[in-house]
């Protein structure tokens, strides 16, 4: 409350046992109360309560109302409003009622409850008033509850899969599969902590020997155990026709490593059996260790040992024998050992690299280069073997440089470093090199090897096509390996204002369709370009519908291109007012922003030297109209003869020539705005020992205060150079780009904040940390976005704290892009650790859709599930939630609510995806639940998919005729030439194993007949992966639909 009644405190020292709800029962007495504030009342009203029974799950029924508890009549009271009560009070499901509790005291509840059982509440069920003159509190309603109960999957290969069963009065029992589905499976497998429900089956994991416990199982998703589902009661009838309930959870939980310096090198414990073992050393090795690192997001295995001290019982009996590829430690090869010999001071232990800073050396350019990684501080190289375009793409992506575009050993220098890595295998999906398959850092490397790099594509420049000069004409825009028209529909002079500048083709004249139709395909996006962007990919864009759109409406500009330039009205042809010349008539420039930097690029475009001044109608107003406004001219500052990319003498781009920077007023804030506009990380120090550059030395004293965007945003003032030489070129050393973790012994998404920087972590002071920092740390880990933020919460640490003063705006790609002191500067004494909590990635499903793979974005926070608002939805959004549910490439991003409207909390808005995350909750976004939305506004996606294959009419869920999802229907394959290559694929993508036979003894399915004959190799990762060919299939009938018998489950 937000204040007190006189008497209020006191009653509440009266009543300490009773609680609050007490207490406002004194309140409403007339003689204590003086206010009640309104807003306490929010709760709603108050569960029931069970008395005098066994135990908090079974007792007499008493509902609270008019300021009193009541008993509840049995005369019509049933198991349909037991089993209301019993989940209102998370206590399971209703195994009986009855009025065997003792009496209770008046009043009687004057109303029948006439319940469904799908209620949330006993106040939400229907009532009706009756008659209680019959009725005395021998007859007072009660019920007994199961209480919440013990789950398990039986008789699957791991905890993760099986039978489901609940244990009730000491006894194992089944669940019956009438009406199971993929979100009672959710629920059962959150409860186990194995992931989402892959798959759900009845009696695929045996019949089991126990008696069928619980039927009618209804989830809504939000439980939190299978007992808070609607079901029918405990022990209630259950059909004949009843089959066991299976589920197959994506789990199981990865490995820990334990009591080691860090998240990524400990003790390997291994969790089975609801227990957490250790693992015996004996033929523990480093391929076995390489899994488990690259499992735990953790680089490659340095070293194997078990020196992380014992652990506790149990010491499981599995030999494992990884080769070194698979992508769990669960899916490796093991036998069974005998462990008797094996003690806890043998218990299997690894170190890690961990995630480890990658760069491109020696290129002229960021994206260019050779691969370098850092380890143990030193930089080195990476050896060529195997090295091919999909190794590249990962690189370029890390690194945000697009795609490969070439690799090469050795094109850029073999460098001074030694090869820390090779025998690099990417499969196109990791997110860094370091999740990348590899041979263990510091294993012996080819005499032969060869430093690897990679040339990125960074990204195209637009084109004008069918113009009458290299400055107008139709724009297309290069996507998806493609070149593409853009409708005309909302493009307007800014976006045409982007473009021309983009292409050096001056300032935009006018927007038109003129230039003739272009070739399919059509860009789907919608430029909303504000004018200042630098490319045409930086504008803000959103999904439209382009189905009404034709190339007779494509897109196209006409930009001023160069042109002639002149000084009017002065005393000599380098002082005046600025005119242009553009169809045959002079113009002027509005003064709107005009400074020295855009009279500079005057001057010498006139070969007048340097602007000295500039000035508004100094010149007189001039007769001609006002052609131009709003120039803007600057180039980044370069770094030069330094360690690295991040550290040199600063230079700066004037008067068509680069020149240095005397040192004379230089300092630290001047050096952090050139280190955040490089993407270099903080300030450490500045200096003058980079060498002397070159002619000219520029007179400008820069007088930044350190939260610039870039050198030419800060104050400055012009001063006398004559006696600064070259040896006092100003030089800056930025940290480069730092690694960030989480220190927390329970979770890699939680805890205190530390950075790398010269091979020591360090902490993050919490002075002005706030939800937005914490969200960049969480994207830039892969942990979601921030739920909380903290000072000190996890510890002080031991380190020293390095960083302070951070400031994100909240677009940054990693903690090291955002504002902040330099680094080593002092810390205030009142410095507490930074930490943040992380939401991990948050489910994704598509609701309302005609399959898994398209439909209404829903997102899975706080129990709950919500929607996605539409503001700035665009396909780079929607390819983050179609790569998130493996269904392709996203096709559209619709906005409107095009699925129809959800229901429940909308959890993101203005949703800003790059296309490199890995889940949506990566995203640039509102923090979770602030919007300004409706739900008319709710966003959708429709994904490429594909779905993956089923078998139908098999013996179980492994067997059966093959059946492909295409063109919105799901039909047979012919036999013809389908072989076990075929059939390998589909039991591998199935997760069912390997192919044991084909036939087609399975029965016929119904049309579609597909007409591809797939060629798979066996190797492929999907049925879709497989080469193909269309055939005649007028000689096929479903007779002779494709089978396949795989082993099960892997």
């Known amino acids: 409350m937000g204040g007190l009644a006189p008497g209020v405190e006191q009653a509440s020292e009266l009543l300490p046992s009773r609680g609050l709800d007490v207490v406002v029962n004194v309140l409403l007495e007339p003689d204590i109360l003086q206010y009640v504030e309104v807003d306490h009342c929010s709760r709603g009203p108050l569960p029931p309560r069970l008395q005098d029974g066994q135990d908090l799950c079974s007792g007499r029924v008493e ?10 009549c049995d005369h019509e009271w049933d198991i349909m409003d037991a089993s209301v009560v019993c989940r209102q009070l998370r206590c399971g499901v209703a195994v009986s009622v009855n009025s065997s509790f003792g009496p209770g005291e008046d009043p009687i509840w004057p109303d029948n409850f006439q319940c469904i059982g799908t209620e949330g509440t006993i106040n939400e069920c229907p009532r009706e008033q009756r008659n209680i003159s019959n009725c005395t509190h021998s007859q007072d309603a009660g019920v007994t509850c199961s209480g919440s109960f013990p789950i398990r999957l039986a008789n699957g290969s791991n905890v993760c899969l099986g039978r489901v069963e609940i244990l009730y009065k000491s006894i194992w029992g089944a669940v019956c599969d009438d009406g199971w589905d993929l979100t009672n499976g959710d629920i059962v497998c959150r409860q186990l902590n194995c992931g989402k429900a892959e798959s759900i089956t009845g009696a695929y994991h045996g019949q089991g020997g126990g008696e069928i416990l619980l039927s009618g199982v209804r989830c809504n998703g939000t439980e939190h155990s299978l007992d808070q589902c609607i079901a029918n009661p405990l022990g209630a009838n259950h059909s004949v026709e009843c089959r066991h309930v299976g589920v197959i959870c994506s789990g199981p939980l990865p490995p820990r490593l334990q009591d080691g310096q860090d998240l990524c090198s400990g003790r390997v414990e291994i969790y089975k059996n609801s227990s957490w073992g250790t693992v015996c050393d004996h033929e523990w090795d480093i391929m ?8 735990l997001r ?10 992380f001290g014992p652990g506790e019982d149990p010491i499981w009996p599995d030999n494992f024998q990884c080769i070194g590829t698979e992508g769990t430690i669960n899916e490796c090869p093991r036998e069974q050992r005998n462990i008797s010999n094996c003690t806890h001071s043998q218990d299997a232990g690894v170190t890690c690299s961990g995630s480890f800073p990658i760069r491109l050396a020696n290129g002229s350019n960021v994206c260019l280069g050779r691969v370098e990684i850092l380890y143990k501080s030193i930089w080195g190289a990476v050896c060529d073997d195997g090295w091919d375009l999909t190794n590249g ?19 850029h220098g073999q460098g001074g470093g030694e090869i820390l890595l090779s025998g690099v295998r990417c499969n196109g999906t990791e997110h860094s090199l370091d999740q990348c398959i590899a041979n263990p850092l510091g294993a012996n490397h080819s005499v032969e090897c060869r430093h690897v790099g990679v040339i990125c594509s960074g990204s195209l420049s637009p084109r004008l096509q069918d113009g009458q000069d290299l400055c107008s004409g139709r724009v297309e825009i290069y996507w998806n390996s493609s070149w593409s028209t853009v409708c005309d529909h909302e493009w307007d002079i800014m976006d045409a204002s982007v473009v021309c500048r983009q292409l050096r083709c001056g300032v935009a004249v006018s927007v038109n369709s003129s230039f003739g139709p272009g070739e399919d395909p059509i860009w789907p996006d919608n430029f909303q370009c504000i004018g200042t962007e630098g490319t045409i990919n930086e504008c803000p864009r959103e999904q439209r519908n382009i189905s009404n759109c034709t190339h007779s409406q494509d897109a196209g500009v006409t ?3 160069s042109f002639p330039i002149r000084l009017a009205n002065g005393s000599n042809v380098c002082l005046g007012r600025v005119e242009i010349l553009y169809k045959s008539t002079w113009g002027t420039v509005c003064d709107d922003g005009w400074d020295l930097t855009n009279g500079d690029i005057v001057c010498r475009q006139l070969n007048c030297g340097k602007a000295e001044s500039i000035t508004g109608a100094y010149h007189g107003q001039g007769g001609g109209e006002i052609l131009l406004s709003g120039v803007r001219c600057p180039l980044p500052p370069r770094l030069q003869d330094g360690q690295d990319l991040c550290s040199g003498r600063v230079e700066i781009y004037k008067n068509s020539s680069w020149g240095t920077v005397c040192d004379h007023e230089w300092d630290i804030m ?3 705005v050139v280190c955040r506009q490089l993407r270099c990380g903080v300030a450490v120090s500045v200096n003058s020992s980079f060498g002397p550059g070159e002619d000219p030395i520029w007179p400008d004293n820069f007088r930044c205060v350190g939260t610039e965007g870039t050198i030419n945003e800060c104050p400055r003032e012009q001063r006398n150079i004559s006696n600064c030489t070259h040896s006092q070129d100003a030089g800056v050393t930025c940290s480069g780009p730092f690694p960030v973790r989480l220190v927390d012994v329970n979770s890699r998404c939680s805890g205190r904040v530390e950075i790398l920087y010269k091979s020591t972590w360090g902490t993050v002071c919490d002075d002005g940390w706030d939800l937005t ?7 830039q880990l892969n942990c979601g976005k921030a739920e909380s933020i903290t000072g000190a919460y996890r510890g002080e640490g031991g380190g020293e704290i390095l960083l302070s003063g951070v400031r994100c705006n909240g677009t940054e790609h990693s903690l090291d892009q955002c504002i902040a002191n330099p680094l080593g500067a002092n810390h205030s004494v009142g410095c507490q650790h930074a930490g943040v909590i992380c939401s991990e990635s948050a489910l994704v499903r598509l609701e309302d859709g005609d399959n898994l793979c398209d439909g209404r974005v829903a997102i899975f926070h706080n129990s709950t599930w919500g929607t996605v608002c539409s503001d700035y939805w665009d396909l780079q959004d929607a390819q983050v939630v179609c790569q998130q549910l493996n269904c392709g490439r996203a096709i559209r991003a619709t906005t409107g609510a095009s699925f129809g409207q959800g229901s429940g909390p909308i959890w993101l808005d203005d949703v800003l995806c790059d296309g490199t995350e890995s889940s949506l909750d990566q995203c640039v976004a509102t923090h979770w639940g602030e919007h300004n939305c409706q739900h008319y506004e709710d966003a959708g996606v ?4 594909p779905l993956p294959p089923r078998l139908q009419e098999g013996l179980h869920a492994c067997s059966g005729r093959v059946e492909i999802y295409e063109n919105s229907s799901w039909g047979t394959v012919c036999d013809h030439e389908w072989d076990i290559m075929d059939a390998s694929v589909v039991c591998r993508q199935l997760r069912c194993g390997v192919a044991v036979s084909v036939n087609s003894s399975f029965g016929s399915g119904e049309d579609p007949i597909w007409l591809d004959n797939f060629q798979c190799i066996g190797t492929e990762g999907t049925i879709n992966e497989c080469p193909r060919e269309q055939r005649n299939i007028s000689n096929c009938t479903h007779s002779q639909d494709a089978g396949v018998t795989c082993s099960g489950q892997q």
């Open 298 to 307: 953790c680089g490659v295995a340095v070293s194997v040992n078990s020196s």
């Open 670 to 672: 001047d050096a952090s």
């Open 63 to 72: 509902i609270y109302w008019n300021s009193s508890w009541s008993t509840v």
């Open 393 to 411: 793409d990962i690189v370029c992506r890390q690194l945000n440089c697009g795609k490969a575009e070439s690799i090469t050993g050795a094109y």
């Open 288 to 295: 076995d260790a390489s899994v488990v690192c690259r499992q």
């Open 559 to 561: 930009c001023s291109g």
């Open 773 to 779: 920092n914490g969200d960049i740390v969480c994207r």
């Open 942 to 945: 429709q994904c490429s998919g």
